[in-house]
């Protein structure tokens, strides 16, 4: 039986009902409704057995929303959603969403930490209080973060050992800049947590040239998360439908297994779908 291929990190927003200022000038071409029957093709051309849905912006309802979503969608395998962190009560939204009927499908939160002014956001002492709620509920946090705030989320992994953390989109380099040795430097400082921690090699192909980027301008970023993280601490992403002003979704996928071509298929087979199944804990696709 092949390993299960699993797509780690994906959308769906319709502009209509959601804040997302940033789809205009060159992301107007993806100012349009993502739903689940525009991903649906895509992952049966490419062999992709299933999904997880994540947060596209700051708003419970579109967790909420999601989960809704992963009940009725037979690929989704799991939804990293929003909720606040600062709200004292935070404990009691995480309880709510996990008791309701769709509550399985959360198996993560996330909040675009890349736009807070302050770099050392995660560091609040508020912020700091809802980690811990999600640690106490068993969720993973997904760490959206540019090299800016990556020291900030290297000491907050540090201090939290008991939650498990995603880096998405390797942080987001400025591979189009060759922005390679300062963000190499601070992403060194997750080597000596990676036992609770993983890293998405995902988002790629948008911080480099979006009208000329090959495989070759993601293998050292791709190299060096492999040598920082592991093997076995990496997973396979598109960012569909972000991806699509820099290329095709079998574009991301031919250019990740390029940058992998000297691993064995043990190796691939986790980062293509058996470690976002540990890491989130997707129950569609564990082991009995």
Known sequence: MASPVIDSHHHFWD??????PWLN?????????????DLRPLLRANGVDGTVLVQTWNDLGETWDYIEIAQKTDFVAGVVGWVDLTDAQVARTIAALKASPAGRWLVGIRHLVQDEPDPEWLLRDDVRRGLGALAEA??????????????????????????RFVVDHIAKP?????????????????????DHVWCKLSGMITEA???????????????EVLRIFGWDRCMF?????????AGRYEQVIAALRACLADLGPTQTDAIFGLNAIEAYGLATYRKA
Not at 149 to 157: D, E, H, K
Not at 209 to 223: E, G, I, N, Q
Not at 237 to 245: E, I, K, Q, R, S
Request: contains cysteine; glycine residues 10%; proline residues 11%.
């Open 25 to 37: 000038g060159p992301f107007e071409p993806i100012n349009r409704v993502f739903a689940p029957e």
């Open 174 to 194: 400025d591979i189009k800049g060759r922005g390679f040795e300062a963000w190499s430097a601070l992403m060194g400082g997750f080597a000596g947590r990676r």
């Open 209 to 223: 040239d979006w009208h000329d980027w090959s495989p070759d301008d993601l293998r050292p970023y791709v190299a």
């Open 15 to 20: 502009p209509a009902t959601g804040d997302y």
């Open 138 to 163: 068993g969720l993973v946090y997904d760490l959206v973060v540019k090299p800016p705030q990556l020291a900030a989320a290297v000491q907050t992994v540090a201090d939290f050992p008991q939650l």
């Open 237 to 245: 992403g598109t960012d569909w439908p972000v991806c699509l002003v």
